[in-house]
């Protein structure tokens, strides 16, 4: 079964992944790994760390000749600005008045600080925040792009963008198809669809930029070309929906996921919701709608999978917020660490990220996942089962 684990704190050396479960026979495109980790880099709002950093992959494991080889794959993406964090992030050194100058005391609301130092006994918030922080991410994002790629040879295709930022919102309608999401969000920094709204949420960043605050938005993942029955209604455990939504919710600062119409569909009529059933000869079954998202029963029903995300805003306001400081339970003002005022571009890139592996991980559980080629031949039977259904 597919499966991955990540390590490495934000200002420590580097972060490293092992994806294991990835059948042997893929050609790893690495500078697709990398134009993702270049593009989770990116979008309006973020802070000066992005300047340090110039995210890279390195192949450890694994991978031979650029072939996978079914077994782990190792990973590693290096933190730059660890040069100027050496002292206080080493991981043997003892402690000294030196490597504690900047120690986190007083708790930012919304972050992990108070509860991570709490439950794990940290007095230094920092020893929080190092783990908690979403440059972890970068790492989710290269373990991603394997999985997309795997998806890629079996003719799935996914996309992540950014469909609202703050109160601004894109276009109304909002396509189905890949292709043509891609070609819209190339054209602009804020992964949009549209440009109308590029400069209004530009304005709105640097207003709350410059008002010390910070902003959330609505991430939208389309997945398309998946054939119907990955995932099963027989169990919770293995609705391929539910697992979807707990990979979403494991990204940083996600509060809410829908698939389709989501919430919308709770106030609307069953014949506005269900998405009429068509067949073809040649092509057999499809649907009329995709109000559903792609799934019924827990299942994928061959129809595009539509998959929302509500980011909250950044937890770290540089107006700072009250907070109680944990040394002497003085009431002070909020930590303030350097900090993105909204990270909604690079959490699109997560966020796809984080349903490309559940995606992949279905697919190899439903056919073969030792070696491509014979998963590839499983799939395409399937397909051919399907049509003559
Ligand atoms: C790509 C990305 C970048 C983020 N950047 C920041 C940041 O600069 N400052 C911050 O306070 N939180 C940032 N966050 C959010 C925190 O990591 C997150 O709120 C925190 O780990 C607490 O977890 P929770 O919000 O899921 O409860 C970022 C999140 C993502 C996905
Ligand atoms: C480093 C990244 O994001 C970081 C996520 C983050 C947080 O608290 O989640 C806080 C900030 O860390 P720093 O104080 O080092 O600038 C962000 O920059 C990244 O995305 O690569």
């Known amino acids: 079964m597919m499966n991955y684990m990540t390590a490495g704190e934000s200002h420590g050396p580097q972060l490293t992944g092992i994806l294991e479960g990835v059948p042997a026979g893929l050609?790893?495109?690495?500078?697709?790994?990398?134009?993702?980790?270049?593009?989770?880099?990116?979008?309006?709002?973020?802070?000066s760390r992005q300047k340090i950093e110039h995210d890279t992959v390195q192949i450890v494991g694994g991978v031979r000749?650029?072939?996978?080889?079914?077994?782990?794959?190792?990973?590693?993406?290096?933190?730059?600005?660890?040069?100027?964090?050496?002292?206080?992030?080493?991981?043997?050194?003892?402690?000294?008045?030196?490597?504690?100058?900047r120690p986190v005391n007083r708790p930012r609301p919304g972050h992990a600080d108070l509860v991570g130092g709490m439950k794990y006994g940290h007095r230094d918030l920092r020893n929080v925040l190092e783990r908690s922080s979403a440059r972890e991410t970068a790492m989710r994002v290269a373990i991603g792009a394997i999985c997309k790629q795997l998806?890629?040879?079996?003719?799935?295709?996914?996309?992540?963008?950014?469909?609202?930022?703050?109160?601004?919102?894109?276009?109304?309608?909002?396509?189905?198809?890949?292709?043509?999401?891609?070609?819209?969000?190339?054209?602009?920094?804020?992964?949009?669809?549209?440009?109308?709204?590029?400069?209004?949420?530009?304005?709105?960043?640097?207003?709350?930029?410059?008002?010390?605050?910070?902003?959330?938005?609505?991430?939208?993942?389309?997945?398309?070309?998946?054939?119907?029955?990955?995932?099963?209604?027989?169990?919770?455990?293995?609705?391929?929906?539910?697992?979807?939504?707990?990979a979403v919710m494991g990204v940083n600062a996600m509060k809410g996921v829908e698939i389709g119409d989501g919430f919308k569909a709770a106030t609307s009529l069953g014949s506005d919701v269900m998405d009429e059933i068509d067949?073809?000869?040649?092509?057999?079954?499809?649907?009329l709608t995709d109000h559903l998202g792609g799934f019924e029963g827990g299942m994928t029903n061959g129809m595009p999978v539509i998959v929302k995300a509500a980011m909250k805003p950044i937890p770290t306001l540089?107006?700072?917020?009250?907070?109680v400081d944990v040394t002497n339970h003085e009431?002070?003002?909020?930590?303030v660490e350097r900090s993105d005022t909204t990270a909604i571009v690079p959490a699109s890139i997560v966020v796809e990220s984080a349903v490309a592996f559940e995606l992949a991980r279905a697919l190899t559980d439903t056919f073969d996942d030792n070696k491509l080629a014979r998963l590839q031949q499983q799939v395409a039977d399937y397909r051919e089962e399907l049509r003559e259904f």
């Open 331 to 335: 009431v002070k003002k909020a930590n």
């Open 65 to 101: 000749h650029g072939i996978t080889m079914g077994g782990p794959i190792a990973l590693v993406v290096a933190n730059r600005d660890h040069a100027h964090w050496g002292e206080i992030m080493d991981p043997v050194a003892p402690e000294t008045p030196e490597n504690t100058l």
């Open 279 to 287: 067949w073809h000869e040649g092509e057999g079954f499809d649907r």
């Open 318 to 323: 540089y107006k700072a917020l009250q907070s």
């Open 151 to 246: 998806l890629q040879a079996v003719g799935v295709d996914l996309v992540g963008y950014v469909e609202q930022v703050g109160s601004v919102a894109g276009p109304a309608e909002q396509p189905l198809d890949v292709q043509a999401i891609n070609k819209a969000i190339t054209s602009n920094d804020m992964r949009m669809l549209d440009d109308k709204q590029v400069d209004q949420i530009h304005e709105l960043i640097d207003d709350t930029r410059r008002a010390g605050n910070t902003l959330g938005g609505i991430i939208r993942v389309v997945a398309t070309g998946l054939p119907a029955g990955l995932g099963s209604y027989v169990s919770w455990d293995q609705k391929l929906d539910a697992k979807i939504a707990a």
């Open 27 to 47: 050609h790893l495109d690495v500078d697709a790994i990398n134009a993702a980790l270049a593009a989770r880099q990116g979008g309006y709002g973020r802070g």
